[in-house]
């Protein structure tokens, strides 16, 4: 009985289960950031052949399928999950639809989404961190309110941060000069202001970035001292992702950036929806009686969602208009839809 009691006190401290939140929630960060090591000095990234037209690598061309992946995946639990799906009936339909027209219509609106997802992207990132660390603090039955403010502000800073500070900082800002193809001089100057500004910026964030996580962890372990609750899943994911995100970001030492934050972000997305939502997905499939049904369940979820991301990947280089306007709205969905559908402030249905 004490074996059980203990075993069930364990489990209860994660989201899923132990073996499930370290393979996709607590580890990805630290397991990406090693493979972007030896990704980095591999063939798969240094080799180019073509695809659809483009010239790419190996590595990059699976981080874009597997980043668009994730991104279609949210599908599965707005739209796939009929309760869910109930509740907000006119942001599933209406509202992608009228960002679709506007961008087809408008190119400013059309500019304007494509840098706004961009920038959505890093926000996203950081917000998902601190989601999964609410969770982890509402498991061991803490308040999900209390320090709410400061863990959002923490996670945001320590994703965002290094992006302005550090070697990556021009991949993203140099977007702002998309606004050249709607005559706008005003928003072009913003690549050029960050450049010139980047050495204080990277003195003050990569410095700060440090002392938060130390601060950061040290606060908690202050808090086990006077006998208050604490997860230290949170903790390690939030110290953690922090680390590799001011290493990566800042530094961007073997190039692979991006490869190692998005590569870990969408891991735990697919672990995340994988969990919620595939008795969901095995109702909707109509497998729910089937013996194998869980697995062919994943198996269509794993594969309608890299179907979207090759298709992007072969056909989202702007050829088509209509194609490169669909695959900005459903970015911008993704984000958008996170934002409520995740929310731990209320309990949502399933």
Known sequence: M??????RRLRSAYIVKPWYDWVFFLLPPVAALLLGYFVSTSRAANQPFLWSDQEVTMSGLALGVFIHAHLFAVFFRSHGNRNV???????????PACVLVGMMISPW???????????????HSGAQTFGFGRIYDGKIGNDPHQGRRLDFVLNQLLYAGPIVAGATMMDHFEDFNEFQSVSSAFFTHVPVFMAGNQAMFAKLIVAGGCSLVAFYVL?????????????????????????VSIYVWGFNTWGEAFLIMNLFHALQYFGIVWATENRNMRRLFRLE????GRFLTWALFVSAAFSYGICVEAFGDGRSELWWSATIVVSL????????IWSVRKARPQ
């Open 2 to 7: 004490v074996g059980e009691k203990s075993q």
């Open 85 to 95: 799906l109930a509740e907000h009936p006119y942001r599933f339909s209406l509202v």
């Open 219 to 243: 606060a908690h372990w202050r808090m086990v001292r006077e006998g208050r609750n604490v997860s230290w899943q949170k903790v390690f994911l939030v110290a953690s992702t922090g680390l």
């Open 333 to 340: 969905m993704h984000f958008w839809y996170d934002g409520f």
């Open 289 to 292: 009686r089937l013996r194998a």
């Open 109 to 123: 609106i059309a500019v304007i989404c494509s840098v706004l997802a961009t920038f959505w992207d890093v926000y």
